[in-house]
């Protein structure tokens, strides 16, 4: 008599077997996962290796909507400069994780479009915690961030490693931070900055495993870093904050020699998009950022990523106030929007060529 249930099962193993052949990361869509190679994404092991080889730094730009994406690509393009788009956990609130996945693909298709593939990383700004990382290597990020800096440092080594541990199954990179930085960006809050101690680095880094590390040396969240007493007044009347602990970043790079490291916090704050808004009915008072020079000395050493989001909202902003202002009556968005967007395209290629230094790296 013939076993109907076995022969069923035997078929089924048969049928697994040759789509498994046909398509070897099948496991990972039943497992509900998308790998970020499916999307056309890069990881940042081969672009942080070049950038500290080369003297230069990778811009990781945030965004939060289709212009902002627009603008980063199409600057990048232009410029030929990798690039990596940063989603933190206000943009996944904001967008929805499966909309940024899937502008994450279109970015790559953009770029090809444009005539120029860029390597281009989608990457987890400020992961609060194992199951926001998770969920986001899960669904293409190519890489994360675990911030445990506000944890005690043996909290920080653990949760960090934990995410590493995960990570590393897909190829998914990660960055840890050791230090605090002071200001305000998103979820991330915090009155006053501790630096990242050098001694510690060694440490943190071979326990937990990361492959780039996040340190504080005077860097800042958001457009309001320093307060007036805490700056100097130059020729031009502009308050120019304290410089950069270069000292710290020097030791750390003797610890660490050729290992990746980033700044957070590290938009300049340009005057003119202050000055723009506050003629055009705004109120930013005592703006300060980190001067371009020294963003640029920074990328002479290991400093092969650098995060520039308060830029990017204050070009923007500036553009939209100065439109609506001008033009009362306006009221289709694509009118304020697309003038929004040349401008972040512009600043955002200055930057690459100027601060950088990553034009013509991609």
């Not at 990361?25 to 942080?48: E, P, R, W």
């Not at 199954?169 to 900055?193: N, Y």
């Not at 630096?195 to 340190?215: C, H, M, N, R, W």
């Amino acid at each position: 008599m013939v076993n109907t249930n076995a022969m069923l099962l035997t078929e089924t193993q048969q049928i697994y077997t040759i789509v498994l052949k046909i398509k070897p990361n099948l496991q990972g869509v039943i497992n509900n996962m998308t790998s970020y190679k499916d999307l056309g994404l890069v990881n940042t092991t081969a672009m942080f290796k070049k950038a500290v080889k080369g003297g230069y730094a990778i811009p990781a730009y945030n965004f939060n909507n289709m212009e902002q994406l627009q603008a980063i690509i199409k600057a990048c393009v232009e410029t030929k400069s990798p690039v990596i788009l940063q989603v933190s956990k206000g943009a996944r609130d904001y967008a929805n994780i499966n909309l940024l996945r899937n502008m994450a693909r279109g970015a790559t298709e953009y770029a090809h479009e444009l005539g120029h593939d860029i390597p281009v990383v989608l990457h987890l700004d400020h992961g609060d915690s194992f199951e926001t990382c998770k969920e986001c290597i899960d669904n293409g990020f190519s890489s994360v961030m675990i911030d445990g800096s506000h944890f005690p440092y043996d909290e920080n080594v653990a949760l960090t490693k934990k995410v590493v541990e995960y990570a590393h199954k897909f190829d998914v990179t990660v960055e840890g931070e050791l230090g605090v930085l002071a200001g305000i960006e998103d979820d991330v809050v915090a009155e006053h900055s501790t630096y990242t101690q050098p001694e510690e680095v060694i440490d943190f880094v071979s326990k937990t495993g990361v492959d780039s590390l996040a340190i504080s040396i005077g860097t800042s969240h958001g457009a309001n870093k320093f307060k007036p007493e805490q700056c100097t007044l130059n020729k031009e009347g502009v308050l120019v904050p304290p410089p950069l602990r270069f000292d710290i970043l020097s030791e750390i790079e003797i610890q660490l020699p050729g290992f990746p490291i980033v700044l957070h916090g590290s938009s300049s704050v340009p005057k003119v998009y202050v000055d723009m808004i506050n003629d055009n009915g705004g109120s930013l008072k005592d703006s300060v950022g980190i001067p371009e020079e020294q963003l640029r000395k920074a990328t002479k050493s290991a400093v092969c990523k650098i995060n520039i989001d308060s830029d990017g909202r204050l070009a923007m902003t500036a553009t939209i106030r100065k439109v609506l202002n001008e033009k009362p009556g306006e009221f289709d968005p694509r009118k304020y929007l697309g003038p929004a967007r040349e401008a972040l395209k512009q600043m955002y290629m200055y930057k690459n060529i100027n601060v950088l230094g990553s034009a013509n790296q991609g």
